[in-house]
Structures are given as structure tokens and as C-alpha cells.
């Protein structure tokens, strides 16, 4: 089956740095990756979605600015949150769609985000 | 913004038992999807019922969805502890998908 891996798995860091989240689809090759962010108890929240060459869709009230969001590849995308403060603190995950266009995304793993 | 509204929002069952969780949304869709969740850990799809489906059997899940009152329902039978986890509902009114606010499902041998 489709695979999708987050990096790093969690992350602690200090407030005002910046940190990189990467999202590989494994096995497949996806032209569309989408980024949520979960708080603890709450659901998913999309953050934005991210195609392959172009710029990323950010959703309401989703600082571009501050979520920079990089789709390098059809394997490869990536997350930076700059100028990290406490409440950046979160569970971040990302999910791929295949360039086939099926109905399903392929969820990662998460990444545990902890800014001190 | 979230389409979809689970209830309940906890829910706990000795093993055994049947579980069913329930999921409201409010715009029309193609399809509806099903999620499950361990703690702190990603997401895994379990099924996806299309709307022009009303039910569909998956080993000992079975969903169901009716359309004209936008609702669809999950029900695990014969549930065991490793079904504990939260399980959420998602709809796709554009590309991505709209989440529910989850049941969380406890199963106690």
C-alpha cells in the first residue's frame, strides 16, 4: 500500500527558532500533499495544501508567512515554522494524494511539535 | 472550517460489544470517509462509502450513509481492546478533506 513518512517524528525546540517538517510518499508519486495540524482532543484542522511546482493553498487564518510550505518533487514536501513560539506547539500531519487521482490521502505519521 | 460532527464524542464498551458512532455533515459530498487514530499517532483510512452507496461492509466494520439526512454511521461488532482509539469522519466538499471532531472509542477487556 501507498506509504507516507514524516520527519522528524517530534521535535523540541527553543521560541523564535525556525523548524523543518518533510513529507516523503514513498512508493508513489503525489501532485497534491495537504498539511493539518491537530491540537491534544481536537480534530484535524487543514492548514493548507500543497502542489507540486506551484505555491501552497493556505486556508483561512493559516499565516503564509509563517508556515512556509515547499512541494519541491512529486515525493517531497515540506513544512518550516518560522519563528516558533509556545503556541506553534502541535501535532503535525500531512497527507498525499497519488498522482492517479484516486479518492483516498494517504496519512503520515505525525510530527510532535514542542516549542519551549 | 470542520464539515462533520461525530457523536458521541467518547464512548466506552467492554470488549465484546458493538460500537457505533454516528457523523453529521452539512454540505453535499461525493464521499465520506472514515478514520482511525491511536493516540498520538497518524491517521489510517478504514473505508470510504460513496454517495451513491447507503452501506458497505469492511471485516467487522460496517458503514452506512444517508444522504438525505446527511448522516453516516460506523459500527465495529464483536469489538476488541485494540480498537481503542478516536475515530473520525471526513467529507470532501472541494479536494481536501474536512474532519469531524472525532469519537474516542475505549474498549475494556
Known amino acids: 500500500g501507498a506509504v507516507v513518512s514524516q520527519h522528524p517524528s517530534r521535535v523540541i525546540c527553543k521560541s523564535g527558532t525556525s523548524v523543518k517538517i518533510e513529507c516523503r510518499s514513498l512508493?508513489?508519486?503525489?501532485?497534491?500533499m495537504f498539511w493539518y495540524r491537530q491540537f491534544p482532543k481536537q480534530s484535524l484542522m487543514l492548514m493548507a495544501t500543497?502542489?507540486?511546482?506551484?505555491?501552497?493553498?493556505?486556508e483561512q487564518g493559516v499565516e503564509k508567512d509563517k508556515f512556509l510550505i515547499n512541494h519541491a518533487s512529486l515525493t517531497l514536501s515540506t513544512l518550516t515554522v518560522t519563528s516558533a513560539h509556545p503556541e506553534d506547539s502541535s501535532f503535525y500531519i500531512c497527507?498525499?494524494?497519488?498522482?492517479?487521482?484516486?479518492?483516498?490521502?494517504?496519512f503520515g505519521p505525525g510530527t510532535r511539535l514542542l516549542v519551549l | 472550517s470542520q464539515q462533520g460532527e461525530e457523536d458521541p464524542q467518547a464512548l466506552s464498551i467492554q470488549e465484546g460489544e458493538n460500537a457505533t458512532m454516528n457523523c453529521s455533515y452539512k454540505?453535499?459530498?461525493?464521499?465520506l470517509q472514515w478514520y482511525r487514530q491511536n493516540s498520538g499517532r497518524g491517521l489510517v483510512h478504514l473505508i470510504l462509502?460513496?454517495?451513491?452507496?447507503r452501506e458497505k461492509h469492511s471485516g467487522r466494520l460496517r458503514v452506512t450513509l444517508d444522504t438525505s439526512k446527511k448522516s453516516s454511521s460506523l459500527l465495529i461488532t464483536a469489538s476488541r481492546a485494540a480498537d481503542t482509539a478516536s475515530y473520525f469522519c471526513?467529507?470532501?466538499?472541494?479536494?481536501?478533506?474536512?474532519f469531524g471532531k472525532g469519537t474516542s472509542l475505549l474498549v475494556t477487556p
Open positions: 497527507s498525499a494524494r497519488g498522482t492517479w487521482g484516486q479518492e483516498t490521502q494517504y
Open positions: 512508493d508513489f508519486q503525489a501532485t497534491t
Open positions: 500543497s502542489n507540486e511546482g506551484s505555491k501552497a493553498t493556505y
Open positions: 454540505t453535499s459530498i461525493n464521499n
Open positions: 462509502i460513496r454517495s451513491n452507496e
Open positions: 471526513a467529507t470532501e466538499p472541494g479536494y481536501a478533506l474536512n
